[in-house]
């Protein structure tokens, strides 16, 4: 049961371009993050987001930025997107230990 | 900054067998450890964690944790062909701000029939 919600599932676009992926949880849960996971299949946390509290992994470009209406919501966008920016960006929520992730949006850049 | 690693990185095991996967982290303070499932296209989904040294038994998941020794082990009884996935080792530390978990890169597991 999908309680974690990403659009799109995946998206291709040129160096240079702005995109942003959304992120919706159901779970009533107050914190949200970001991950990227590369070809290797290594995850690593980009931002959490704790009412209206933002933490960011210093190694996270500039360029990315996360963007929150409400607890349930947590968007990700990328300004001015670059090669590696290529890789599988999931979404997660908590309350506790326990982290709840999204599908995920796999963003090809060309 | 805490480390994760995995061992083996690919496992094939057939149907029944006894499955053992391996991970070491590099700060004994770490709050727990969680185990991760990730099938192809989805997104990990928790299946065990551990806080205490010693065992813990879930249904067909044993987890056990040696702090001294910076190692905790996932046992897997009587492996299925569902059970072929990636399995991702956490750390977790609790802040006030969220919790920050560090994932080790996974082994991939196939189990034939």
């Known amino acids: 049961e999908t309680a974690v919600f990403q659009t799109p599932n995946y998206h291709v676009t040129q160096v240079g371009n702005e995109v942003s992926f959304n992120c919706k949880q159901t779970l009533g849960h107050d914190t949200m993050y970001w991950y990227k996971q590369d070809s290797k299949k290594l995850l690593k946390i980009m931002f959490s987001y704790n009412n209206k509290q933002l933490i960011v992994n210093e190694t996270v470009p500039r360029r990315f930025s996360p963007q929150s209406s409400d607890k349930a919501h947590l968007n990700l966008r990328i300004k001015s997107v670059e090669p590696e920016d290529s890789a599988v960006y999931l979404c997660a929520s908590s309350w506790g230990g326990e982290q709840y992730f999204g599908p995920g949006t796999r963003l090809t850049v060309l | 900054q805490e480390k994760v690693q995995q061992s083996p990185e690919s496992l094939i095991v057939p149907e029944g067998a006894m499955v053992s996967l391996n991970c070491s982290f590099s700060?004994?303070?770490?709050?727990s450890i969680w185990w991760y499932q990730q099938h192809p296209g989805k997104g990990p989904k928790a299946l065990i964690?551990?806080?205490?040294?010693g065992n813990k038994k879930e249904g067909r998941l044993t987890v056990y944790l040696n702090r001294a020794s910076l190692h905790v082990y996932l046992h897997i009884k009587d492996s299925q062909p569902s059970d072929s996935a990636v399995y991702l080792c956490a750390v977790i530390n609790y802040g006030s701000s969220g919790n920050k978990l560090i994932f080790g890169i996974g082994t991939l597991l196939s189990v034939k029939p």
């Open positions: 964690s551990i806080f205490s040294n």
């Open positions: 700060d004994s303070a770490s709050q």
